[in-house]
C-alpha cells in the first residue's frame, strides 16, 4: 500500500497551541479556535476575543466559559484541506482529559473524504505546539502521513509542561483540578506550581511566595533539560515582563538549547487560570 507524499498531507491543530504566527505561517498548519462564552456572547479564540479583554473580564469577575469546535466545524477544514489537494490530514489537539475538541475532531473524521489521523496530544499550549511543528516538519521533508503522525506521538510523550497561577480559584471554578488539590491553594494560602500528567493538571509544588514560585518555574525547567537538547516555551497572561525575565535566564542556563518561544495564552486556558499565569513547556528533540 502506497503512503501518502508529504505535498499532499495537511496539518490541523486548534487554536489552545498557540504556535507564534510566523512558525504557524511558515508550516501552512491550519489552526481550529475554541470558543469563549463572554456573557451571552460567544467568541471565537484568536480573532474575537484579545487575552487581554479576557484578563480584564476575569477580573471584573465576569461569567466566563469556554466551548470545544462542533464536529461540522472540523470537518469542514478537512473538507477544504482535500478540495486544496490533501490526500491526507494530521489533526492534533490538545488533551481529551480536559477538552471535547478531541472527540469532535474524531466525530468529523469518520465522513472525511481523505484519511484523517486524529492525535491526543495530552498537552496544551506549546506542548500541543511543539507537536504540530514536528508533523509538520517531518511533512515538509518528505514524510508520510504515518511518519507525521509518528513524529508527533514521539515529540508529545518528551514535552513538559508547568504552570504558576496566582491562585487555584479560576480552575476550581473550571472543574479542571481535583477536589483534594483544590484545598492545598485556598486553605494554606500558597502558591500553586502545576504540572501535566497523562493529560490532566495536577498539583506539583506549594510554594510560599510568588517571586520563590517563579524562581522554581525557572529551576524545574533546567533539571527538565539536563544536557539534553530540548525546546523551550514560556507563556503568561497579562504577565509579560515576567515571561520576558524567565526567558532570559533560560538562554543563559539551558545548556542545548534549541528553539525558545514567549508568548501570551488565549483565551481559552486563560479563562481556566486567570490573569498572571506563567508557563514553561520542555520539548526533547
Given at each position: 500500500?502506497s503512503?501518502?507524499?508529504s505535498?499532499k498531507?495537511?496539518?490541523v491543530?486548534?487554536?489552545?497551541?498557540?504556535?507564534?504566527?510566523s512558525?504557524?505561517?511558515?508550516?501552512?498548519?491550519?489552526?481550529?479556535?475554541?470558543?469563549v462564552?463572554?456573557g451571552?456572547?460567544?467568541l471565537?479564540?484568536?480573532?474575537?476575543?484579545?487575552?487581554?479583554?479576557?484578563a480584564?473580564?476575569l477580573?471584573?469577575?465576569?461569567a466566563?466559559t469556554?466551548?470545544?469546535?462542533?464536529?461540522?466545524?472540523?470537518?469542514?477544514?478537512?473538507?477544504?484541506?482535500a478540495?486544496?489537494?490533501a490526500e491526507g490530514v494530521?489533526s492534533?489537539?490538545?488533551?481529551?482529559?480536559?477538552?471535547g475538541?478531541?472527540?469532535?475532531?474524531?466525530?468529523?473524521?469518520r465522513?472525511?473524504?481523505?484519511?484523517?489521523r486524529?492525535?491526543?496530544?495530552?498537552?496544551v499550549a506549546?506542548?500541543?505546539g511543539f507537536?504540530?511543528?514536528?508533523?509538520?516538519?517531518?511533512?515538509?521533508?518528505?514524510?508520510?502521513?504515518?511518519d507525521?503522525?509518528?513524529?508527533?506521538?514521539?515529540?508529545?510523550?518528551?514535552?513538559?509542561?508547568?504552570f504558576?497561577?496566582?491562585?487555584?480559584?479560576y480552575?476550581?471554578r473550571?472543574?479542571?483540578?481535583?477536589?483534594?488539590q483544590?484545598?492545598?491553594?485556598?486553605?494554606?494560602?500558597?502558591?500553586?506550581?502545576l504540572?501535566?500528567?497523562?493529560?490532566?493538571i495536577?498539583?506539583?509544588?506549594k510554594?510560599?511566595?510568588?517571586?520563590?514560585?517563579?524562581?522554581r518555574l525557572?529551576?524545574?525547567?533546567?533539571e527538565?533539560?539536563?544536557?539534553?537538547e530540548?525546546?523551550v516555551a514560556?507563556?503568561h497572561?497579562?504577565?509579560?515582563?515576567?515571561?520576558?525575565?524567565?526567558?532570559?535566564?533560560?538562554?543563559?542556563?539551558v545548556?542545548r538549547?534549541g528553539?525558545?518561544?514567549?508568548?501570551?495564552?488565549g483565551?481559552?486556558?486563560?479563562?481556566?487560570?486567570?490573569?498572571?499565569?506563567?508557563?514553561t513547556v520542555?520539548?526533547?528533540?
Amino acid at each position: 500500500m502506497s503512503r501518502t507524499t508529504s505535498s499532499k498531507v495537511a496539518i490541523v491543530t486548534d487554536s489552545t497551541a498557540y504556535l507564534p504566527p510566523s512558525a504557524r505561517a511558515r508550516h501552512g498548519i491550519d489552526v481550529v479556535p475554541l470558543t469563549v462564552v463572554l456573557g451571552d456572547r460567544a467568541l471565537e479564540e484568536g480573532t474575537e476575543i484579545s487575552a487581554r479583554s479576557l484578563a480584564e473580564a476575569l477580573r471584573e469577575r465576569r461569567a466566563v466559559t469556554t466551548s470545544r469546535p462542533s464536529p461540522a466545524v472540523f470537518a469542514e477544514r478537512y473538507r477544504a484541506a482535500a478540495e486544496a489537494g490533501a490526500e491526507g490530514v494530521v489533526s492534533l489537539h490538545l488533551s481529551s482529559e480536559i477538552s471535547g475538541t478531541y472527540d469532535a475532531a474524531v466525530l468529523a473524521a469518520r465522513d472525511a473524504p481523505v484519511p484523517v489521523r486524529v492525535v491526543d496530544s495530552g498537552a496544551v499550549a506549546m506542548a500541543l505546539g511543539f507537536c504540530a511543528l514536528e508533523a509538520a516538519r517531518t511533512v515538509s521533508e518528505g514524510g508520510s502521513l504515518e511518519d507525521a503522525v509518528a513524529a508527533a506521538e514521539k515529540r508529545a510523550e518528551g514535552v513538559s509542561a508547568y504552570f504558576y497561577v496566582d491562585t487555584l480559584d479560576y480552575l476550581r471554578r473550571g472543574g479542571r483540578i481535583g477536589a483534594a488539590q483544590k484545598l492545598f491553594g485556598s486553605a494554606l494560602a500558597v502558591k500553586p506550581l502545576l504540572q501535566l500528567v497523562d493529560g490532566r493538571i495536577e498539583l506539583l509544588e506549594k510554594v510560599r511566595t510568588a517571586s520563590k514560585a517563579i524562581a522554581r518555574l525557572e529551576e524545574i525547567v533546567v533539571e527538565k533539560a539536563g544536557d539534553a537538547e530540548v525546546d523551550v516555551a514560556v507563556h503568561h497572561l497579562a504577565a509579560q515582563e515576567k515571561a520576558d525575565q524567565i526567558a532570559e535566564h533560560l538562554r543563559e542556563r539551558v545548556p542545548r538549547l534549541g528553539e525558545l518561544h514567549v508568548s501570551e495564552v488565549g483565551a481559552v486556558i486563560g479563562a481556566h487560570t486567570g490573569p498572571g499565569l506563567l508557563g514553561t513547556v520542555v520539548s526533547l528533540k
